[in-house]
């Protein structure tokens, strides 16, 4: 007789959980990025002088956006870990997470970046016109290419994904294998 267990409703594999491992390790890599950064900013305000106020306060803004990125990024890999152990505190914060990142990060993330290529596009043309490019620079001009459009499909990709796992987890099948607390 073969070995079987039972199970609860929301058990195995479900591609919702894949989604938010997916997303915690990278809010987790981004909590590393942002920390990492404000340290650099930090060391480099102890080292000016107290007479730079200019540079000391831009700097002091970017620790800002540091902080509240970090503190944003944190916040997210408590929710993706609270939804995949199946509280259910974390199934309406990641629904409301999902939809919140698609709209900033996916939308308006996306459309500042085209916004951006058109300004670096026109950029690089003007250069061109000017003088002709190297090798070194047309090599460089490609990597940076690439890197626009893996940005871009990494947006188009996970505008939906993050949709479709606000609208996943609010279907009763999902939302019955949360648990209530006690």
Same mark, same amino acid.
Request: aromatic residues 10%; charged residues 15%.
């Given at each position: 007789?073969?070995?079987?267990?039972r199970r609860?409703?929301?058990e195995?594999?479900a591609p919702w959980?894949?989604v938010? /491992?997916?997303?915690?390790? *990278?809010?987790a890599y981004?909590?590393?990025?942002?920390?990492l950064?404000?340290?650099r900013? =930090?060391r480099?305000?102890a080292?000016l002088p107290t007479?730079?106020t #200019?540079d000391?306060?831009?700097l002091?803004k970017m620790l800002?956006?540091?902080v509240?990125?970090f503190m944003?990024?944190?916040?997210l890999?408590?929710i993706?870990a609270?939804?995949?152990?199946?509280q259910? /505190?974390?199934?309406?914060?990641?629904? *409301?997470?999902?939809v919140?990142l698609?709209?900033? /990060? #996916?939308?308006a993330g996306g459309l500042l970046l085209l916004?951006? =290529?058109?300004?670096?596009s026109?950029a690089?043309q003007?250069?061109?016109d000017q003088?002709?490019?190297?090798e070194?620079?047309?090599?460089?001009?490609d990597?940076?290419r690439?890197?626009f459009?893996?940005?871009?499909?990494l947006k188009?990709v996970?505008?939906p994904?993050?949709? =479709?796992?606000?609208?996943?987890l609010?279907r009763?099948?999902?939302?019955?294998?949360?648990?209530?607390?006690r």
């Amino acid at each position: 007789m073969l070995l079987t267990t039972r199970r609860t409703p929301g058990e195995g594999l479900a591609p919702w959980r894949i989604v938010a /491992w997916l997303l915690l390790l *990278l809010a987790a890599y981004g909590c590393l990025q942002y920390t990492l950064h404000a340290e650099r900013l =930090w060391r480099t305000l102890a080292q000016l002088p107290t007479a730079n106020t #200019g540079d000391i306060a831009q700097l002091h803004k970017m620790l800002a956006w540091d902080v509240g990125y970090f503190m944003a990024a944190f916040a997210l890999v408590v929710i993706c870990a609270g939804a995949i152990l199946r509280q259910a /505190w974390a199934r309406s914060a990641l629904q *409301l997470a999902s939809v919140l990142l698609a709209l900033a /990060w #996916g939308l308006a993330g996306g459309l500042l970046l085209l916004s951006q =290529w058109r300004e670096f596009s026109q950029a690089v043309q003007l250069t061109n016109d000017q003088a002709p490019l190297d090798e070194a620079s047309r090599l460089a001009l490609d990597h940076v290419r690439r890197s626009f459009y893996m940005a871009l499909a990494l947006k188009a990709v996970a505008v939906p994904v993050l949709l =479709w796992l606000a609208w996943y987890l609010g279907r009763p099948q999902v939302r019955a294998g949360f648990r209530r607390p006690r």
